[in-house]
């Protein structure tokens, strides 16, 4: 394995420590507290609906059956709790996709000395939305497909047996084009082109997919790994475009 592959790491634990400069805590909490907000409210939500529901069920059985009502609710925790891990990154990253267009311009103005982008402003900020979103969903469009495949893959047997190292590679592909799309948006890069350039420098993409990739694993963790990816995904577009140049 290249040397290179080590290199994502190390930009995701200083892109960890960028995203601490006072400059750029704005850019961090603003999309921390909308998705909290956001996430907050649907947990709220949900167990208000499961209470009712809970109710009106444990209201149609015989008392002897009370005690089912100890067991639903532990199962529907640990329920909210998986929902919650495996919805947060689709969503977290679709709301806060402008935001996180902000923090790797901001990251990438520390980086270089310069600031060759519009000031952040609300007209700004809501500019940004169609685009980012847009590019969000077009990352959604280029998953879907390939994990329906694997999906398919998984339940034939004998071909199954390679379907799940297929899973988790593409997984560490995606989470490093989910992360280096924002500066290469940023910087104009098309999709194809932003692709094209991953594919060449492979094994730091993946070296950095794969840092990401297992720090969205730690519970609860995710939620810091998001700007810390971003920022990290700046230094990664900043520091192999120069060695490239």
Do not use: C, H
Not at 167 to 196: C, H, R, S, T
Request: no cysteine; charged share 10%.
């Amino acid at each position: 394995m290249p040397p290179v592959v080590l290199n994502g790491p190390q930009y995701l634990a200083e892109g960890l420590k960028l995203m601490l400069r006072p400059g750029l805590r704005l850019f961090v909490l603003l999309p921390l507290l909308v998705n909290l907000l956001v996430f907050g409210g649907l947990i709220v939500l949900a167990v208000q609906q499961f209470g009712g529901l809970l109710e009106q069920l444990m209201g149609s059985v015989p008392d002897w059956l009370s005690w089912l009502n100890w067991l639903l609710w532990p199962l529907f925790v640990v329920l909210l709790l998986f929902t919650v891990f495996f919805t947060f990154s689709l969503l977290a990253n679709i709301i806060a996709a402008p935001f996180n267009g902000f923090l790797a311009e901001k990251v990438e103005v520390v980086l270089r000395g310069t600031d060759d982008f519009p000031p952040f402003s609300l007209a700004e900020l809501s500019a940004m939305v169609p685009r980012t979103v847009g590019r969000e969903l077009r990352k959604l469009g280029y998953f879907l497909p390939r994990a329906l495949v694997l999906l398919i893959l998984t339940f034939i047997p004998v071909i199954n047996l390679v379907a799940i190292p297929l899973w988790l590679l593409f997984g560490v592909w995606m989470m490093a084009i989910q992360y280096i799309d924002y500066p290469a948006d940023n910087n104009k890069l098309g999709w194809n082109e932003m692709l094209a350039w991953l594919r060449e420098k492979r094994w730091q993409s993946l070296g950095f997919g794969g840092s990401v990739y297992l720090a969205l694993l730690v519970p609860f963790a995710n939620i810091l790994v998001m700007p810390a990816a971003v920022a990290g995904a700046t230094l990664f577009w900043v520091r192999e475009r120069q060695t490239q140049a």
